[in-house]
């Protein structure tokens, strides 16, 4: 499984901790390496996010290309900013996919 990143989530992963960065960049791993994804709920409209016990959230939507399977990595934030930042990452999601079409 590839994964992509959109310059949104390469900036909020920059601002985390590295102990953050650290459980994000392993849970990463093992969908890139298993396509397990852990703690996952799908929002809707291609829209999912992966969850930690911290609070902290990773929006992406699975997809596929020339390439086969792909995970594309659109946002990151926490519980409390939740409705913000599903709003965001739709935004996002609506114009990458407007991008590729």
Do not use: C
Not at 38 to 48: I, K, M, P
């Amino acid at each position: 499984m590839r994964l992509r990143r959109l310059p949104e989530f390469h900036e909020w992963l920059s601002g985390l901790s590295p102990k953050n960065r650290a459980q994000i960049d392993a849970r990463l791993l093992r969908i890139q390496d298993s396509d397990h994804f852990g703690d996952a709920r799908y929002l809707g409209d291609g829209l999912a996010e992966l969850r930690w016990k911290s609070g902290m959230r990773v929006y992406f939507s699975r997809m596929e290309d020339e390439q086969g399977k792909a995970v594309l990595l659109i946002l990151g934030g926490t519980k409390h900013g939740q409705d913000k930042d599903i709003s965001k990452a739709r935004v996002l999601l609506r114009r990458h996919a407007g991008d590729e079409g």
